[in-house]
């Protein structure tokens, strides 16, 4: 049964999806088809609206607590006020207005909350500005690439209602822990500290007030941050998924040059896409990462005072949220990239297949059951066991050519150019590890 689409202006989209396994196909049951598809694939879901039980709910939700709605002009006007006053206002009023008595002067936390204080914004305003631009070119769905999903199998759409899931997941682990440390952090500090604002006298409700304002910033400021991390995680999972649904091709008993070439040809479209709309984000956060802990580094070493959770606890907790948020972006990168590249020794193997069953020789024609429990969706193989038929082999020059073709198109994520595989990952720890060496050089030289 072949795929029927009925689209119109002002109806939605009427999709049925099919799943076929191999050489064989199986009718859906339609009579408990919308108890068995995920709603994200209903057709009913089709577009772009937010409804109670819809699986992007949860961005849509977190993208207006966080007051980055900006579908309408009252939405612009409330998240840029807001970004303006918690990533900008709150900090100044707080490294400005806390004093400390001179009893704590010896532990005095200034210089650190100050340091934490700057790349928090830094990063905000970096991921803020990301994100205004994303939603005022495209929506959520066309971000996360969901327009063109019906096109894909069934695995990868259900695969991807997973991964949706998955991704407040990373974002819960990174922020929940850093958020009571943070608040445990604050409340040292405002029970000790004293808020000094000009004809205004100190009192418990005052501080209480900035405290409030002050972990409300650091919430928003962090958010952000992440979320944009965790889209570009997201939108990295969803091309891995592909390159699986691309695999199960080349495993198919109709494998087809023209297919595969189509299929590749989409997904090396969406990585380039994805490249380009998250490369200014990639690259402003190494730099600000990088000043930030090489800075932190240099002031902790040249400091005489004694270094403890009360002058310090604010510094340790910017530098875990800044790491936990640039790994995850890399480690998806890197993961795609591994997996794009990875495509020309599947292609190959099937090439040398696939040739080997049109000679007659039996060597390829079976399918090793015993491989089947190294076949885990999680492994970064990418080893496949083919199902040939050599009656309807493919030709030999077309075979090559697509396998020419995958050889000089196996990049994944890029920057300007330069493609995020382990090589440059290595290089960029080199790098970072050389300026950490030479801080240190400079520091015990004038010592």
Same mark, same amino acid.
Request: contains cysteine.
């Given at each position: 049964?072949?795929?029927?689409?009925?689209?119109?202006?002002?109806?939605?989209?009427?999709?049925?999806?099919?799943?076929?396994?191999?050489? +064989?196909?199986?009718?859906?049951?339609?009579?408990?088809?919308?108890?068995?598809?995920?709603? !994200?694939?209903?057709?009913?879901?089709?577009?772009?609206?937010?409804?109670?039980?819809?699986?992007?709910?949860?961005?849509?939700?977190?993208?207006?607590?966080?007051? !980055? *709605?900006?579908?309408?002009?009252?939405?612009?006007?409330?998240?840029?006020?807001?970004?303006? /006053?918690?990533?900008?206002?709150?900090?100044?009023?707080?490294?400005?207005?806390?004093?400390?008595?001179?009893?704590?002067?010896? *532990?005095?936390?200034?210089?650190?909350?100050?340091?934490?204080?700057?790349?928090?914004?830094?990063?905000?305003?970096?991921?803020?500005?990301?994100?205004?631009?994303?939603?005022?070119?495209?929506?959520?769905?066309?971000?996360?690439?969901?327009?063109?999903?019906?096109?894909?199998?069934?695995?990868?759409?259900?695969?991807?209602?997973?991964?949706?899931?998955?991704?407040?997941?990373?974002?819960?682990?990174?922020?929940?822990?850093?958020?009571?440390?943070?608040?445990?952090?604050?409340?040292?500090?405002?029970?000790?500290?004293?808020?000094?604002?000009?004809?205004?006298?100190?009192?418990?409700?005052?501080?209480?007030?900035?405290?409030?304002?002050? !972990?409300?910033?650091?919430?928003?400021?962090?958010?952000? /941050?992440?979320?944009?991390?965790?889209?570009?995680?997201?939108?990295?999972?969803?091309?891995?998924?592909?390159?699986?649904?691309? +695999?199960?091709?080349?495993?198919?008993?109709?494998? *087809?040059?023209?297919?595969?070439?189509?299929?590749?040809?989409?997904?090396?479209?969406?990585?380039?896409?994805?490249?380009?709309?998250?490369?200014?984000?990639?690259?402003?956060?190494?730099?600000?990462?990088?000043?930030?802990?090489?800075?932190?580094?240099?002031?902790?070493?040249?400091?005489?005072?004694?270094?403890?959770?009360?002058?310090?606890?604010?510094?340790?907790?910017?530098?875990?949220?800044?790491?936990?948020?640039?790994?995850?972006?890399?480690?998806?990168?890197?993961?795609?990239?591994?997996?794009?590249?990875?495509?020309?020794?599947?292609?190959?193997?099937? +090439?040398?297949?696939?040739?080997?069953?049109?000679?007659?020789?039996?060597?390829?024609?079976?399918?090793?059951?015993?491989?089947?429990?190294?076949? *885990?969706?999680?492994?970064?193989?990418?080893?496949?066991?083919?199902?040939?038929?050599? +009656?309807?082999?493919?030709?030999?020059?077309?075979?090559?050519?697509?396998?020419?073709?995958?050889?000089?198109?196996?990049?994944?994520?890029?920057?300007?150019?330069?493609?995020?595989?382990?090589?440059?990952?290595?290089?960029?720890?080199?790098?970072?590890?050389?300026?950490?060496?030479?801080?240190?050089?400079?520091?015990?030289?004038?010592?």
């Amino acid at each position: 049964m072949n795929p029927s689409t009925t689209t119109s202006p002002d109806a939605n989209i009427d999709v049925n999806f099919e799943f076929t396994s191999g050489c +064989h196909s199986d009718e859906p049951n339609h009579s408990n088809y919308n108890t068995t598809v995920p709603l !994200l694939l209903q057709p009913s879901y089709a577009r772009s609206k937010s409804l109670i039980s819809d699986e992007l709910r949860n961005f849509r939700m977190s993208l207006k607590w966080s007051a !980055l *709605d900006h579908s309408s002009c009252f939405g612009k006007f409330i998240s840029y006020f807001t970004f303006i /006053f918690f990533a900008i206002l709150v900090p100044l009023i707080a490294c400005f207005s806390v004093k400390f008595p001179a009893s704590a002067i010896v *532990d005095d936390p200034i210089s650190f909350n100050k340091l934490a204080q700057l790349p928090e914004s830094g990063l905000a305003l970096i991921a803020f500005f990301t994100l205004s631009g994303f939603f005022s070119r495209y929506g959520l769905r066309q971000l996360l690439f969901l327009e063109g999903l019906k096109d894909d199998s069934s695995e990868v759409q259900r695969g991807y209602t997973r991964e949706l899931d998955k991704a407040f997941r990373y974002l819960a682990c990174i922020l929940l822990p850093s958020f009571f440390v943070e608040l445990a952090h604050k409340i040292i500090v405002f029970t000790t500290a004293k808020i000094s604002f000009p004809y205004v006298s100190s009192s418990v409700t005052l501080n209480a007030i900035v405290f409030v304002l002050v !972990l409300a910033s650091w919430v928003y400021r962090t958010g952000v /941050f992440l979320l944009v991390c965790v889209l570009f995680r997201l939108t990295c999972e969803l091309q891995i998924l592909r390159f699986e649904g691309l +695999h199960k091709i080349f495993e198919g008993c109709d494998s *087809d040059c023209d297919a595969i070439f189509k299929e590749h040809g989409r997904i090396k479209k969406q990585l380039w896409v994805t490249s380009h709309r998250y490369r200014f984000f990639i690259i402003a956060c190494v730099v600000t990462i990088t000043v930030s802990q090489l800075g932190a580094l240099l002031l902790a070493l040249k400091s005489k005072t004694e270094k403890t959770f009360f002058n310090s606890g604010a510094l340790v907790v910017c530098s875990a949220v800044q790491l936990s948020g640039f790994l995850l972006c890399l480690h998806g990168a890197a993961r795609i990239t591994h997996r794009a590249q990875g495509i020309v020794s599947v292609a190959t193997r099937w +090439h040398m297949g696939v040739t080997c069953a049109s000679s007659g020789s039996d060597q390829w024609k079976g399918h090793s059951p015993e491989a089947d429990k190294y076949n *885990d969706s999680d492994s970064e193989s990418s080893d496949i066991f083919l199902t040939i038929s050599p +009656h309807e082999p493919s030709l030999f020059q077309t075979r090559q050519a697509l396998v020419t073709y995958l050889e000089h198109n196996n990049g994944g994520i890029t920057l300007y150019g330069f493609t995020i595989d382990r090589g440059l990952l290595h290089t960029l720890f080199a790098f970072e590890f050389s300026l950490v060496l030479w801080i240190l050089s400079k520091v015990i030289s004038f010592s």
